[in-house]
């Protein structure tokens, strides 16, 4: 009965390979959330999708590709892996858009490493 | 450059007091702030979160103040419980933004209770 699952927690993989991430939240949201955590430990947003549309999408590589099938996925595609793309990264969900004020969930983490 | 910061690293409190800590923004934008808390290898959680229209919000042990004029929000804890050793991340939000935004997020601060 986990709010909001990723799947798998842990990623090893060798630069240049494609991988998937996958997001799902069980909360009835409309809107999730991709996050990065660098080895800084700074949590910042990449995507947000609000039922199923691409509203947020900062300056990220477009390597990156979210694929959103329904309101309760949010998946993750990367392309070609590079050492840098090494981190935690967290999907979230939350009620609304982003602009309201409405907390944000987050699953556990993945933790990506590039060798 | 850093929207968010958390200038404590880290902070030690004794079980039973008072821990406070701390956040300054920068963006005159953002009106709303959220304090998360995480657990090692896992998601952040959601703790208190405040509006720009208030000045205090409280919940059980946690309150949260914002100093608006000074961009300075601070996390109240009292008392202070061993459960309670976790990074906590301030994080920020414009509202009015149309949804264009996520969550800034700051570095966070390692509560340790010591009993």
């Known amino acids: 009965d986990t709010a909001v699952s990723q799947t798998p927690k842990y990623l090893v993989t060798q630069m240049g390979n494609d991988k998937s991430i996958k997001c799902e939240q069980n909360l009835g949201h409309d809107t999730m959330y991709w996050y990065k955590q660098d080895s800084k430990k700074f949590l910042k947003i990449m995507f947000s999708?609000?039922?199923?549309?691409?509203?947020i999408n900062e300056t990220v590589p477009n390597r990156f590709s979210p694929k959103s099938p329904d309101k309760a996925h949010l998946n993750l595609h990367i392309n070609s892996l590079e050492l840098g793309d090494s981190a935690v990264y967290f999907c979230?969900?939350?009620?609304?858009?982003?602009?309201?004020?409405?907390?944000?969930?987050f699953g556990p983490g993945t933790r990506l490493t590039v060798l | 450059d850093q929207q968010v910061k958390q200038n404590s690293p880290s902070l030690s409190v004794q079980e039973g007091r008072i821990s406070i800590l701390n956040c300054d923004y920068t963006?005159?934008?953002?009106?709303?702030f959220l304090w998360y808390k995480k657990y090692p290898a896992e998601g952040p959680t959601f703790l208190i979160s405040?509006?720009?229209?208030?000045d205090k919000n409280e919940d059980g042990r946690f309150t949260v103040f914002l100093n608006k004029s000074a961009k300075h929000l601070s996390l109240h804890i009292v008392p202070s419980q061993p459960g309670d050793s976790a990074v906590y991340f301030c994080?920020?939000?414009?509202?009015?933004?149309?949804?264009?935004?996520?969550?800034?997020f700051g570095k966070g601060t390692h509560l340790i209770i010591q009993p």
């Open positions: 994080a920020a939000s414009p509202i009015s933004g149309g949804g264009a935004d996520g969550l800034t």
């Open positions: 963006n005159s934008m953002f009106d709303y």
């Open positions: 405040i509006s720009s229209i208030k």
């Open positions: 999708y609000n039922n199923k549309e691409l509203i």
């Open positions: 979230a969900s939350s009620q609304g858009l982003p602009s309201s004020y409405n907390e944000q969930f």
